[in-house]
């Protein structure tokens, strides 16, 4: 993991990869534009001439602030051209929101005149249809971080994620709970699969991958499989860590793992062979029951309850 720190001039640059005893850092949450700074800018010197620095600016001016020497961005942290490391981060995203200090949500679409900051009503109707709402990567830096503090794009703090917990709440169907940090695994697999149905990602595939932090696991990235495969590989890692190592959501694991893709016409034959006939004939096997003949003949009544696979 890759930091982002002040040199003597004021000028940002990178930190070596830490494998270990990373220091407290912040975070930025946002969503990519036209511009963004990226890794290879950073090396070569050229991204203080891109719109998208001013991002970063902020995210180390606030840092400063909090007391925090470092900070991470995600645009300019990752060397992406690096098939291996893009694997790792995305891998690692959840846990790396959740360990920052602070997580900082720069919602660019969000504007407060400064007179007028305190009163909702200025900034809470752009606030509820901000894109950082709609997109999939954001789901997991809005779980993730124990805070996270929104702002505007004139860098105002509007609140943070406990302070405006009802609205986003009201917003995004996300549980309280959830959004508290609660333990993920209490969520059963079709809810936490129902906080991305809103949401859309550049790629197809990142709809699945950006779900990896809150099912708990790790896969590798095949861009270029589809979004379909995406998550049935997904799925099919669930079941695989749920048999291990069960959770309080096993019985909808067990759910999942029991579905079968099956061919209708197989099923129809497979009742017939073991029924021993055509379906039109199968309600002999009841007539020449023993039990239904007791209780066709008997004087009593009385229930009689007939088992078997659904016709």
Known sequence: MRLLER???GGIRLTEDLIDKIPPYAILSHTWGNEEVLFSDLMNGTGKNKAGYAKIQFCGDQASRDGLKFFWVDTCCIDKSSSAELQEAI????????????????LVDVSTPVLGIDDNSVWEATFRASRWFTRGWTLQELIAPGSVEFFSKEELRLGDKRSLEQVIHNMTGIPFEALRCGRLSDFSVHNRMAWIEKRNTTREEDRAYSLFGIFDVQLPLLYGEGEDKAFRRLREEIIKVSRS????????????????????????????????GLLKDAYRWVLSNVEFQQWRDG?????????GDPV
Do not use: Q
């Not at 004087?299 to 088992?307: D, F, G, M």
């Open 7 to 9: 040199d003597d001039t």
């Open 91 to 106: 891998n690692s995203m959840f846990r790396w929101y959740r360990n920052a200090a602070k997580c900082y949500a720069y």
């Open 245 to 276: 190592e069960p959770t309080l959501d096993e019985a909808d694991t067990r759910c999942l793992a029991d579905l079968r893709v099956t061919d209708p016409r197989h099923d129809k034959g497979r009742i017939e062979t073991a029924k021993g």
């Open 299 to 307: 004087e009593e009544s009385r229930l009689l309850w007939i088992k």
